[in-house]
């Protein structure tokens, strides 16, 4: 699926799927997730089913499958057959943590006993790369409502992981700055991304199509409770950590989120994450290299590099215009948020503030105007040391 087409409530199937029909469930509890949870979570919301029914219904569902039928050496299978149960478990976040049938529960614990590595909640892993896999393979998606309402909840999904690989590929350009700098025409890879930034952005404006009512709708499935583990969002993309890493150094601030937000990144993104805050910490970043003068960088590079961090704040801006009108809640009435009033800002704001809490469980408004804050002072950072680089040679 193109970007243009997310949220429109285009029904284009995955590209390259072409006999759906025959598609063999990779989960048995697939068939019963895609085609008839969404149904029964209406009829829950409204008032039509109980939520004891759910549960007589869901551990009817896995009985009638057998005590051997999730038992499987696959680990791929293993995580589409964790993504079903935690969303059979999602249906009833909305009542509270502990509603979910035992059935269900126990399903869960046991694969992730014969699974260490399985994430034993919604973790954005399993909701956005699992399911976009499942996706990929069989034209379907899992969501939790139905109709239209269903497809803008699946396009949400879907455009994370088809926007990731944009800002992987910028992350992984820029790295080749620290690492291979004399392998590399500078310029150029700072240009490319720059580009990759851009396509990047407009992925992310494609979400203002998205009514807040529908994001509100599926977003009740997500939230956290208070003990429990964070929800699965979008502030856990871990190729955006990597592109700020090989960017900037890491605040006191920003490493008290890489900290929270360890265990939710994806499992393959947490030792590259841990390694990039290492070698950023220590100064080996694009930023702190042109400051101390080990990355040198000619006028067209230090206008290119100006271009990629002007790009990622765009992100971050749309991102939270996005925000605001899906959660204006997380917001203080009447309030602006621009690019001068961040900049003017005292410092960072404590993203633990319990506050309008976002689908992570942080702060959303401050996680956001945290990272354009920082990107804003590396800015400057970089334009004043070009400027006084440039006195120097006209002495």
């Not at 919301?45 to 009638?64: C, F, I, N, P, W």
């Not at 954005?124 to 969501?143: A, F, Q």
């Not at 689908?359 to 002072?377: C, E, H, K, P, Q």
């Amino acid at each position: 699926m193109k970007k243009e087409q997310l949220f429109t409530g285009s029904k284009a199937s995955s590209k390259g799927v072409t006999e759906v029909a025959e598609f063999a469930w990779s989960s048995p509890l697939g068939s019963y997730v895609l085609d008839t949870l969404p149904i029964d979570l209406t009829a829950v919301e409204d008032g039509r089913m109980t939520y004891g029914q759910l549960a007589e219904k869901h551990d009817g569902v896995l009985s009638a499958l057998g005590a051997d039928a999730l038992v499987v050496d696959d680990l791929p299978q293993a995580c589409a057959i964790q993504l079903d149960l935690l969303f059979m478990r999602g249906g009833f976040l909305p009542a509270g943590p502990h509603i979910a049938p035992r059935a269900v529960m126990d399903a869960i614990r046991a694969q992730c006993a014969r699974f260490p590595s399985l994430d034993p909640h919604m973790s954005y892993e399993l909701l956005i790369d699992v399911n976009s896999t499942e996706w990929n393979r069989s034209g379907n998606m899992r969501v939790f409502t139905e109709g239209e309402l269903g497809l803008l909840e699946r396009d949400f999904y879907l455009g994370h992981h088809l926007a990731e690989p944009t800002i992987r590929a910028a992350a992984d350009s820029i790295l080749t700055l620290i690492h291979e700098p004399d392998a590399v025409d500078k310029t150029e890879v700072l240009e490319g991304a720059v580009r990759d930034l851009d396509d990047f952005r407009l992925y992310m404006a494609q979400y203002n199509r998205l009514p807040s009512d529908a994001f509100n709708s599926f977003r009740r499935y997500h939230m956290g409770h208070p003990g429990g583990p964070r929800g699965a969002s979008g502030a856990f993309m871990p190729s955006v950590q990597l592109l700020e890493l090989a960017l900037l150094s890491p605040t006191a601030e920003h490493g008290v989120y890489l900290d929270q937000s360890m265990p939710y990144f994806p499992l393959w993104s947490r030792s590259l994450i841990a390694e990039a805050r290492e070698t950023s910490t220590r100064g080996d970043n694009v930023v702190q290299s042109v400051l101390d003068g080990r990355l040198k960088l000619d006028h067209e590079g230090i206008s290119a590099l100006l271009a990629v961090i002007d790009k990622f704040a765009d992100f971050r801006m749309v991102h939270l215009g996005v925000t605001r009108k899906a959660i204006p809640e997380a917001f203080p009435p009447g309030s602006t948020v621009t690019r001068r009033g961040i900049a003017q800002q005292a410092g960072e704001a404590d993203i633990l503030n319990e506050d309008n809490l976002g689908t992570s469980g942080f702060s959303v408004r401050n996680v956001l105007t945290n990272s354009v804050y920082r990107l804003l002072a590396a800015r400057r950072s970089i334009a004043s040391h070009a400027e006084a680089a440039a006195d120097e040679r006209r002495k």
